[in-house]
């Protein structure tokens, strides 16, 4: 059984940095890609950052800059370090891995999200 456990949430004023983490641990075919997404209240869940096993990194526009994303192949985990907050960066934070578990087929896990709160 797969599991995704996140850590690393939290208040943090602006401007201040947060690193979260997230260790997936059960029985995975081939890790390709784990990123982390985020929603805001009323929003909809939008790609902060991912990263492939080759360490191509993609990260959303609004984060550029300030967020960093490194992964663990060896331990399957994944973390996000979260420098120069902003109030908007405001929102619950999920672990995304994606198992490729065949030719074109694939699996997708997401953490419980944590709760990442920055103030003014």
């Known amino acids: 059984q797969v599991r995704l456990v996140e850590s690393g949430g939290g208040l943090v004023q602006a401007g201040g940095s947060l690193r979260l983490s997230c260790a997936a641990s059960?029985?995975?075919?081939?890790?390709?890609?784990m990123g982390w997404y985020r929603q805001a209240p009323g929003k909809q869940r939008e790609l902060v950052a991912d990263?492939?096993?080759?360490?191509?990194?993609n990260y959303a526009d609004s984060v550029k800059g300030r967020f960093t994303i490194s992964r663990d192949n060896a331990k399957n985990t994944v973390s996000l370090q979260m420098n120069s907050l902003k109030p908007e960066d405001t929102a619950v934070f999920y672990c995304k891995v994606v198992d490729r578990t065949g030719l074109n087929v694939q699996s997708t896990y997401w953490g419980p999200g944590t709760q990442v709160t920055v103030s003014s």
């Open positions: 990263i492939t096993s080759g360490g191509s990194t």
């Open positions: 059960g029985s995975f075919v081939s890790i390709n890609a």
